[in-house]
């Protein structure tokens, strides 16, 4: 299994372009997590998904969408690129929300 | 959800055993103790969780204070590859808790 993997490892964005961080997982898991990590700062979960066509919105939801239409692929979007959403990016799946849950290698955004 | 304080750094040398603490004494009856690391540069990962009984795994052991206020992660024999940011984070396994909520760790450096 190669778990969770993310595209791309990096990206630098200018203010106000569009993009989407690709999140995929092989491990049949229901429940899929997009987080964002500042430096120096534990991660805030951004969105969730508890099954393919069903997600909701964390603890710093703003300037981001996602969607749910398979159990393997869980994309986040950014649609209007700011400086503040500068930050490393993972996405992690669990079987069940009382599992353990396993993350992706990251994405390093920039946005300039 | 209920909250944990790490201390910020610790330090070790390699081959002798290490405890980290992590005091929550808000703590629910529900409240399953989880920890997981972060290496640098990846993601964070799954070591080890606990309820009430203290807990081992190939990884590391989980010791459980008797009034569940506190808890240690044990690692018996550090290596220089157990040198990351450890969180130990309170899950409320009865409310379906979706999210892990990550403080800033404790930060461990391990000396040859």
């Known amino acids: 299994n190669a778990g969770v993997t993310q595209t791309p490892k990096f990206r630098i964005l200018k203010i106000g372009q569009s993009m989407t961080l690709q999140c995929t997982q092989d491990?049949?898991?229901?429940?899929m997590y997009w987080y964002r990590q500042d430096p120096g700062m534990g991660l805030k979960l951004i969105y969730y998904s508890v099954g393919a066509g069903i997600t909701d919105k964390g603890e710093v939801p703003n300037g981001y969408n996602v969607s749910r239409s398979t159990t393997e692929d869980f994309p986040l979007r950014l649609e209007l690129a700011a400086p503040s959403q500068t930050s490393v990016y993972f996405c992690a799946s669990s079987y069940y929300s009382t599992y353990e849950q396993y993350f992706g290698p990251g994405t390093r955004l920039t946005v300039t | 959800d209920a909250k944990t304080t790490q201390p910020n750094s610790m330090e070790s040398n390699e081959e002798e055993p290490v405890h980290l603490p992590c005091n929550h004494s808000?703590?629910?009856?529900?409240?399953?103790i989880h920890w997981y690391r972060q290496l640098p540069s990846q993601g964070p990962e799954y070591v080890i969780h606990g309820l009430t009984s203290n807990v081992n795994n190939r990884m590391a052991s989980l010791a459980i204070a008797e009034d569940r206020k506190s808890s240690t992660l044990i690692l018996h024999r550090a290596t220089l590859r157990d040198a990351a940011v450890y969180y130990c984070i309170l899950r409320d396994l009865a409310g379906g808790s979706e999210k892990l909520v990550f403080g800033k760790g404790t930060k461990l450096t391990v000396n040859p």
């Open positions: 808000t703590i629910s009856g529900t409240d399953y």
């Open positions: 491990m049949n898991h229901n429940y």
